[in-house]
């Protein structure tokens, strides 16, 4: 099993041009999530998807838009990027009962710079 | 407003002596703390948990303690590894949340060899 894969692992943007980071996890999970980390501020949560077709605004859905059409994949959409969106970007995914106390299993992480 | 609080942005602890790791955290709903584990240039990786009906939970080398009077929680470590330097993050979940977690800002610990 390869988890929860993520591309792609680094990008360049310049201010206003968008791109989609693109999660996929071949754990079967029904809930999917969107993290950006920032020195000092931990991981914080974006949006997040309880099952195919859903989704939820998380702790700072500003600037981004998601979309889950299929169970094994979420995406992560930056429709007109910010020098405030320079973060590095993790996925997660979940269901009750997976691994040993319903924890998230994380991707390796977007690194994305937005000049 | 930090809901999640890890106070201090680093610790060095000398190999094979005890490393503890500190969290508190305001909102009284969070049933279900977290602990996990980075590496640089890597996603983080689940390191142990504890449900607010436990006061205790120990799984080798790590266990983790909660204080819910005081909204604290706590790592142990022992006895502390090079391998174990790296960022630890607390998190915790509400009951009925979606299984949503709030993150603490981390703690960089570095084992001194």
């Known amino acids: 099993n390869a988890g929860v894969t993520q591309t792609p692992k680094f990008r360049v943007l310049k201010t206003g041009q968008s791109m989609t980071l693109l999660c996929a996890q071949d754990m079967n999970h029904e809930y999917m999530y969107w993290y950006r980390q920032d020195p000092g501020m931990g991981l914080r949560l974006i949006h997040y998807?309880?099952?195919?077709?859903?989704?939820a605004k998380g702790e700072v859905p500003d600037g981004y838009n998601v979309s889950r059409l299929k169970k094994q994949n979420f995406l992560l959409g930056l429709e007109s990027a910010a020098p405030s969106q320079t973060s590095v970007y993790f996925c997660?995914?979940?269901?009750?009962?997976?691994?040993?106390?319903?924890?998230?299993?994380f991707g390796p992480g977007t690194r994305l710079t937005v000049l | 407003d930090q809901q999640v609080k890890q106070n201090s942005p680093s610790l060095s602890v000398q190999e094979g002596r005890i490393s503890i790791l500190n969290c508190d955290y305001t909102?009284?709903?969070?049933?279900?703390f977290l602990w996990y584990k980075k590496y640089p240039a890597e996603g983080p990786t689940f390191l142990i948990s504890?449900?607010?009906?436990?006061d205790k939970n120990e799984d080798g080398r790590f266990t983790v303690f909660l204080n819910k009077s005081a909204k604290h929680l706590s790592l142990h470590i022992v006895p502390s590894q090079p391998g174990d330097s790296a960022v630890y993050f607390c998190?915790?979940?509400?009951?009925?949340?979606?299984?949503?977690?709030?993150f603490g800002t981390g703690t960089r610990l570095t084992i001194i060899p």
């Open positions: 909102n009284s709903m969070f049933d279900y």
């Open positions: 504890i449900s607010s009906i436990k």
């Open positions: 998807s309880v099952g195919e077709g859903t989704t």
């Open positions: 998190a915790a979940r509400e009951s009925f949340g979606n299984e949503k977690l709030t």
């Open positions: 997660a995914s979940s269901s009750p009962g997976s691994g040993r106390y319903n924890e998230q299993f």
